[in-house]
């Protein structure tokens, strides 16, 4: 391969915003983790989802010119393959544990009906860490297992050609047509929980009086007290940290500058219009540092602050 050389300073600048923002936030969940008011579920896949950005900012930034040693620039191209698909599927994870949020909350049934609040937490906790780390796994094992002498280019430390970037190609259309069929599924929901609430309050009116006008006034309320302290840290319930709407925008926001920053990262490295746009190289480093800025900032506004 060719000689190692230093990114442009851009990637450097992007690289250490996102990657500080990134661990600044992390930290401030994982030490407040319990006092947070969002479902058990919701922290782990947006934690996760922050550790995968900042692990694959960290991977490209001091990896992807290291071209010298063939086996190292293989380790550097599978990581950053593995990783750009492993924060695809943690925003899905999100995405998907909150349509199924609000469409559980839709429905009505008793309570005898629904499972266990314990054996859900564990059960679906563990099928989050499968789903964002398990099947990228599968994806660049096979990969690497028939190609894995393609993950390191002359020029730099990951797939070149079009056959090869299929591995990732297709992967990432797949997460992204799921992700905007669960935006379309989560906004229908959001719709008819408007109408549904309206029509809801006098019956919940009613109830407020029945239940104060019963024996069992106080017992009822101390276990409503219960259930809504407990709700946010020991169950799967709403992010009651913002509204389901702001929720949607948020993931949407994060999607879009996350898929703005990699666009960008690729045309610096790949240089598609070299005979047609000067400094090709230095523009789209810099459009990287923008979008990675904009990135950790928004994360940490929006979740942190």
């Known amino acids: 391969g060719a000689k190692f050389r230093y990114s442009p300073i851009g990637f450097y600048f992007g690289a250490l915003v996102l990657f500080s923002t990134m661990w600044l936030i992390i930290v401030t969940y994982i030490f407040h983790f319990n006092e947070i008011m969002m479902g058990r579920r919701v922290k782990h896949s947006l934690i996760n989802t922050w550790v995968s950005i900042s692990a694959l900012v960290f991977m490209f930034a001091i990896g992807i010119y290291q071209t010298e040693n063939h086996k190292i620039c293989q380790f550097f191209g599978i990581s950053i393959h593995y990783l750009s698909l492993s924060v695809l599927l943690w925003i ?20 005898e009906e629904m499972p266990r609040e314990d ?18 796994s599968l994806i660049c094992g096979i ?31 797949i997460l992204l ?100 746009v000067i400094y090709e190289e230095e523009i789209f480093s810099i459009a990287f540092a923008l979008f990675a800025t904009f990135l950790g900032c928004f994360i940490t506004f929006f979740y942190g602050l």
């Open 92 to 111: 899905c994870v999100s995405v998907s544990n909150m349509y199924k949020r609000i469409s559980r909350n839709d429905q009505i049934g008793s309570e």
């Open 177 to 276: 047509f799921f992700l905007l069929i669960m935006f379309i599924c989560i906004r229908f929901h959001l719709r008819n929980r408007v109408i549904c609430n309206t029509h809801l309050s006098e019956g919940t009116e009613a109830m407020e009086i029945d239940l104060l006008e019963s024996n069992n006034t106080v017992n009822v309320n101390a276990r409503s007290v219960r259930s809504l302290s407990t709700q946010p840290t020991n169950s799967s319930a709403d992010d009651l940290e913002s509204s389901p709407r702001t929720q949607l925008k948020s993931y949407i926001i994060v999607l879009v500058l996350y898929l703005l920053t990699w666009v960008s990262a690729g045309i610096a490295i790949s240089i598609p219009f070299n005979e047609r």
């Open 143 to 173: 990969n690497s297992a028939v190609n894995i002498k393609e993950y390191a280019s002359y020029t730099h430390c990951f797939m070149d050609t079009s056959s090869e970037l299929g591995a990732l190609f297709l992967p990432a259309s």
């Open 119 to 136: 054996q859900r937490i564990k059960k679906s906790v563990l099928g989050l860490y499968f789903v964002g780390y398990g099947i990228p």
